[in-house]
Nanobody
């Protein structure tokens, strides 16, 4: 009923930039908060940045000043501009969104994308 599809990952040298995108599609009534998470090998998944439907943002301390989260509500898209990348940013990045479906009586719930790999070489 809902798909979240990430794109934009890849291999980049330290100091470089990447822009991730997340597209939400399906029987969607409303997309509420959205967020990017990441999971490095052997580590727990962690919140990178989040954004409300009104545009308020929150960032992990490790990415503040380097990453920028944004969204286009009309297109149901979310983005993550990542600058000054370091090898410590290497991880699978996941899109997360709280979505209300076009189903009467069903509460909003969280959905996840399949992830996109970001690898930063030193």
């Amino acid at each position: 009923q809902v798909q979240l599809v990430e794109s934009g990952g890849g291999l980049v040298q330290a100091g470089g930039s990447l822009r991730l995108s997340c597209a939400a599609s399906g029987l969607i009534s409303r997309v509420n908060d959205m967020a990017w998470y990441r999971q490095a090998p052997g580590k727990q998944r962690e919140l990178v940045a989040s954004i409300t439907s009104g545009g308020s943002t929150n960032y992990a301390d490790s990415v503040k000043g380097r990453f920028t989260i944004s969204r286009d509500n009309a297109k149901r898209m979310m983005y993550l501009q990542m600058n000054s990348l370091t090898p410590e940013d290497t991880a699978v990045y996941y899109c997360n969104a709280n979505i209300k479906l076009l189903v009467i009586g069903q509460s909003p719930r969280d959905y996840w994308g399949q992830g996109t790999q970001v690898t930063v070489s030193s």
